[in-house]
């Protein structure tokens, strides 16, 4: 049998056929896999850091001293969560923290650094969208490791403009 020859039988538009009919026929709740994302990714090619703290204060002071100086800050700070950043947009990030026991506080806030250029973001707000652990295949890690995504909210001009200045300089395109 020629299913080709069928196919000519019936009047076929091709533009139709490009056409994916698998939206329509699938629950939308239920298709997990389509990336749904508003913004770009990129990766961040810089040792940048995400700083979630008691907030809003006034920030992180460096007093000098180039790491040393930012490490002493940060301590000083009380994060809550502190870790290098994995991926970034401009609707959120994702970074990898050694997990502790966390202190309940309704009013975090959001700061990113990078330590060789002195480059500082403070006080963003934002929602959690996951935080889960890590699994460490190796087995030599003693520290249990979790990876937190969070999406920004309510952010203000400047910080929209710091923010892009941090991606465009900071980091790589991610496809």
């Avoid at 952010?155 to 929209?160: G, K, S, T, V, W």
Wanted: charged content about 25%; overall charge neutral; some cysteine.
């Amino acid at each position: 049998m020629n299913y080709a020859n069928e196919l000519s039988e019936f009047d076929y538009d091709l533009a139709s056929a490009s056409r994916s009919r698998l939206p329509e026929l699938i629950d939308k709740k239920t298709v997990s896999s389509v990336d749904q994302r508003a913004h770009p990714r990129f990766m961040v090619n810089k040792d940048a850091f995400a700083v979630i703290r008691p907030g809003p204060s006034e920030g992180i002071r460096v007093a000098g001293g180039g790491m040393a100086g930012i490490a002493c800050a940060v301590y000083r700070s009380k994060p809550v969560r502190f870790g290098r950043i994995n991926t970034i947009s401009m609707g959120g990030l994702s970074f990898r923290y050694i997990a502790r026991e966390e202190r309940s506080d309704p009013s975090l806030v959001l700061d990113i650094l990078v330590a060789e250029s002195g480059f500082y973001l403070e006080n963003l707000t934002f929602k959690n969208i996951s935080d889960v652990e890590i699994d460490d295949d190796l087995g030599i890690n003693s520290f249990k490791m979790r990876s937190n995504r969070v999406q920004f909210e309510g952010l203000e001009p400047a910080a929209i403009m710091k923010l892009k200045y941090f991606i465009e300089n900071y980091t790589v395109f991610v496809a």
